[in-house]
């Protein structure tokens, strides 16, 4: 969140959940010093607390959309009426199967911040080499986490009135 809109911005989190909210709290000084705290807010993604066109940006992280189950597109719609005219809507999620880099993986948690100072092709080119394994699928309690194709996403969005205009692939070797 400290890296997303130019610095000094307003952010304003919200989650479903007050664990969620208490972490990026109690975590912030740790991933942006100087960047002024966000306005933390409780709030539900198919029914957000702010009017419509509030914001020039909103940003969606954590795969919102893996747990919107068939809410897709009321969440979608819901999130794009939060938009400014000439809004932009960032989304994150998770697509395709659930893997992990086997090199990664055994990595111990000490080890990853200087393997990211290191050139990033030796980094890619052993994750490539080692492969990666796939994931059982896990169920948190009573919501499924389902993972969305780009189909379904750009599917939904069109669907919404909204079109995509970049997509990006972040970090496709940390699995």
Do not use: C
Not at 22 to 28: D, E, L, Q
Not at 96 to 121: D, H, V
């Amino acid at each position: 969140m400290p890296h997303v809109g130019k610095a000094g911005v307003e952010r304003i989190g919200v989650d479903v959940s007050l664990e969620m909210l208490r972490a990026v709290r109690s975590r912030w000084t740790e991933i942006a010093a100087g960047e002024r705290p966000p306005r933390l807010v409780r709030g539900n993604g198919l029914r957000p607390p702010f009017r419509e066109g509030a914001f020039d940006a909103v940003v969606v992280l954590g795969n919102v959309l893996g747990f919107a189950e068939e809410n897709i597109l009321p969440t979608l719609n819901a999130l794009g009426q939060l938009l400014s005219s000439s809004g932009t809507l960032i989304l994150e999620f998770s697509n395709g199967p659930a893997t992990r880099s086997r090199y990664l993986n055994r990595l111990p948690p000490s080890a990853l911040p200087r393997l990211f100072e290191s050139p990033t092709r030796w980094l890619v080119d052993r994750v490539i080499r080692e492969g990666f394994e796939l994931l059982p699928e896990r169920r948190r309690g009573p919501v499924v986490h389902r993972r969305r194709s780009i189909e379904d996403v750009e599917s939904a969005l069109k669907r919404g009135g909204l079109g995509v205009v970049e997509e990006l692939a972040v970090a496709p070797a940390l699995g």
